[in-house]
Structure formats: C-alpha cells, structure tokens
C-alpha cells in the first residue's frame, strides 16, 4: 500500500544535487509530489525537502542517498504521521490551553502524550482533555536533581518533541542534550531583545512601540537558539507592562501555533544558529 513521506537532506552544494537525489527515488519506485530546495551560498550548503509517496523502503533509499551524497550529508525519511510530544508548563494557561484545544479539535498534527509541571494550577485544565498530568515539584530540590525527575517522566513515553509552552524555568545543558533540536519553546519577546525574564517589563521600561513574540528551538544558551517563528503587535505610550503582557498572549499562542505546525510537518532545518523553513 503507498504512504506518504517527508524526505530532507542537506550536505555541501555541487552541481546535480537534484538530479541525484530525483534519480534514487524514481529508480525506487518513488512518486514526488513536492518539493523544494535551498542554497545557502556564504557555507556551500544545500538544502531539500520533499514530499513523496509510494511502496518505500526507507533503509534502502536512505543507504542510497548517502553512498551519492557522501558522508556529510544528513538524510531524514519519515512517514508523514502525527509526531509524539510532551508539553511542559508551569503556572500560564495561555499558551497551553491553546495547544489542547487545537489538539482537542483536530487541527493539531501532535499527539499530546502528557503534560509536566512544577505547579499542580493548571491539572484541572488539562484533566479536563483526559491528558496525563505529571505535577514534579521544584521545591527542596537542585535544578539537577529537579530535571532528573522530569526525564524519569519523560522517558517513559516516546517523544518526538518537548514543548515549552511557557515554562519558567531555565533548562540545563545535561537536559537538553537528551532532546537536541526537539525542544520548543515561546519566549514572549521579539528577540534578540529583551533576554531572560520579564521581558515586557524591560520593555515598557525601554518605551517600546512594538512587543513581540518568539518561537525558537533550545540550545545551551538562554533564549539564543535558532528562531522558528515571530510576530508583532503595535503599542503606545498608554500601555503599562502589564497591559503589554496581556495584550502579548494572543501573540504568544499565535506564533507558538505556527512554530508547531512548521515543526511537526517536518518543514524546520536547522543551519547553524539559524533556520531554514520550507
């Protein structure tokens, strides 16, 4: 029976990348049904994604791949399915009551397995969706320590993505690299401005006339990873922090939801501290 797949491949640009990639699927029987393709000229790399669909033999096709491509080129091949995450949160109900009532609704391409906080205030919300709750205090422990409760959690599912949908907590190096590049969070700035916490407050200090939001992949360094997806909204001079952090919700789901779509139809890759989106 012929299924769909996303392929992506990216390695050091030369002349009929295309052509090789486009004759290892059609010699395996492989139907293209998208597909695009990207040259970041400063560092010679390349960049493809497609949509395919046929009788596929994953292994084969990916062995192929690399033997043409060499050694350097990174090959994904997945079947387009519904990816796996887990969401943590910590007390705003915002962000991820959003993110359930799009999974409740179909218009999520997730399943929501669970979701893991270090606050029992939004359990109600989420029960309500019949959605695991994990409550994992951060009371009387060390950040290490704390984090290794979570990971017991999470490593009792098999997760494609972590969401952070507004959790406050600073993730450490030894967490992240257990999820490298599938770790998502929403930080309420339009960044590179306004790092770290309270960002509509640094705002309003600052007598800014936009405020913004930012989804981004997590790496080691604070609100620095590479940007998935951004928005903004005009403010004025009338707003107080706090009017700017309410009115930045709505802006915050936003571009959280288009970050997720992007991410769970396997649109994102990373290039160095950046993205390229398809």
Known sequence: MNSSYIIKVDCPDEKGLVYKVSEVL???????????EFVDLENRR??????????VQVEEIKNELQEKLGNDANIYMSKREKKNIVILCTKEAHALGDILIKHYSGELNAN???????????????????????????????????EEQILKV????????IVLAKYM?????????????????????????FIGANPYKQAYNRGVKIIG??????????????????????VDHTYSWKDMQCAGRNIEKSVLSNALTLAFDDKIFINGNKTIIF
Do not use: C, M, W
């Not at 390349?46 to 009788?55: H, P, T, Y």
């Open 26 to 36: 059609y010699k395996n029987g492989v139907n293209i049904i998208t597909n695009r």
């Open 46 to 55: 390349f960049f493809f994604r497609a949509e395919v669909n046929g009788e």
């Open 112 to 146: 929501i397995l669970a979701v893991v906080s270090n606050y029992e205030i939004l359990k109600p919300l989420v029960e309500k969706f019949d959605i695991p709750y994990h409550f994992i205090s951060h009371e009387g422990l060390s950040r290490v320590s704390h």
């Open 154 to 161: 999470l490593k009792s599912y098999e997760v494609d993505y």
């Open 169 to 193: 907590r600073i993730l450490t190096p030894e967490f992240v690299k257990n999820y490298t590049n599938h770790i998502i969070n929403i930080h309420h700035s339009f960044l590179p401005a």
């Open 213 to 234: 939001a930012t989804a981004h992949i997590v790496n080691d360094n604070l609100d620095e990873g590479p940007i998935i997806s951004q928005d903004i909204i005009r």
